[in-house]
Nanobody, 128 residues
Framework: QVQLVESGGGSVQAGDSLRLSCAAS????????MGWFRQAPGKEREFVAA????????NHADSVKGRFTVSRDNAKNTMYLQMNSLKSEDTAVYYC?????????????????????WGQGTQVTVSS
């Protein structure tokens, strides 16, 4: 079992920055992929970014590439999502998630079905 707790959400203006954190605990996740997803009202959950915990390899959705950066701190067992140049369309509940199958397939999945552990979510609201 892996427990995930997000923090850092809030309300900001367009163009501002926020950094989300995801604190992980529980079973070993050193070979997992950890990801960020978001869900806006009336829309499906979508992939934002993910990182392989073991080697730091990352993958970002095209919609956030160049603005968002995923990273992790091994010592703190924490994943981050640095969000710059925020837009109103970034408004959503942001979730962190862990994909244990990455330990076998050694790849980052953009499919939410691959992620079996989820945090409770944190709201990000961007006003234009």
């Amino acid at each position: 079992q892996v427990q995930l707790v997000e923090s850092g959400g809030g309300s900001v203006q367009a163009g501002d920055s926020l950094r989300l954190s995801c604190a992980a605990s529980g079973s070993t996740f050193s070979r997992y992929a950890m990801g960020w997803f978001r869900q806006a009202p009336g829309k499906e959950r979508e992939f934002v970014a993910a990182i392989m915990w073991s080697d730091g390899n990352t993958n970002h959705a095209d919609s956030v590439k160049g603005r968002f950066t995923v990273s992790r701190d091994n010592a703190k067992n924490t994943m981050y999502l640095q969000m710059n140049s925020l837009k109103s369309e970034d408004t959503a509940v942001y979730y962190c998630a862990a994909d244990s199958s990455a330990a076998i397939w050694r790849r980052i999945s953009r499919d939410s079905k691959s992620y079996i552990y989820w945090g409770q979510g944190t709201q990000v609201t961007v006003s234009s």
